[in-house]
């Protein structure tokens, strides 16, 4: 799949970025590197609206359920029918039960556009730290893990709560599926792409924590 409305845009930024940080750092070892963060970074910074938008959602859901658990258990009896309740509560109250991986789903074709813009991209022996070589997948296996991790804790941080123990389940295991996935497909990924994905997950958490710091703070005041 194809995503040239976003790789051509995405190439062009990121040599604009990189040719700001190679004037400052000649060295290829570094400038690269240091690219990839802090255009992952910009990119957060864009999509911080949509984190936003998705995390009141969360708190909406955790608003609700009292009222989810009174209506489980006046339909006790009748699953599908506390079903059609519940789905009907998210309705009256603008919440998408699913709405924690939109952000994820969000950065996919992006991920998709920058895979792309990877392989065009003329830094052969170009190293980070450890990484002797970004355009190769990274033989340490740090990389891998750091982004089955932070895809997990990304992810689990979005996850919105439940009034039972079921759901909460169905989509922690959801969670854990997507960091499997993710951390199997970086061991085949150039360094440079899982890179990207491990700082795009760090910048994720950090402003998830943030945020909700924040919206603690509004309601106590």
């Not at 170009?126 to 070589?133: I, V």
């Not at 959801?174 to 910048?203: E, P, R």
């Amino acid at each position: 799949m194809k995503f040239t409305f976003l790789t051509d845009p995405l190439q062009k930024f990121f040599f604009f970025i990189h040719g700001g940080i190679h004037t400052l750092i000649p060295n290829n070892d570094l400038s690269f590197g240091l690219t990839i963060i802090i255009f992952t970074v910009i990119i957060r910074l864009i999509l911080l609206p949509l984190s936003i938008k998705q995390l009141k959602s969360t708190a909406k859901m955790g608003a609700i359920q009292p009222e989810m658990k009174k209506v489980q258990a006046k339909y006790k009896s009748d699953p599908q029918k506390a079903q059609q309740e519940v789905m009907k509560l998210y309705k009256e109250n603008g919440v998408n039960p699913m709405g924690g991986c939109l952000p994820m789903l969000i950065q996919m074709p992006i991920l998709f556009a920058l895979y792309a813009v990877f392989q065009n991209l003329n830094m052969q022996g170009a190293g980070f730290l450890w990484m002797k070589d970004l355009t190769k997948a990274d033989p340490m296996y740090i990389l891998p893990i750091l982004s089955t991790v932070t895809t997990y804790f990304s992810s689990k941080l979005m996850q919105p709560p439940s009034a039972d123990g079921s759901q909460s389940k169905q989509t922690s295991t959801m969670y854990t599926g997507m960091a499997i996935f993710m951390g199997f497909m970086s061991l085949k990924f150039k360094g440079a792409l899982v890179l990207y994905w491990v700082i795009n997950n760090v910048v994720q958490i950090v402003q998830t924590v943030a945020i909700n710091k924040l919206e603690l703070k509004n309601k106590e005041s």
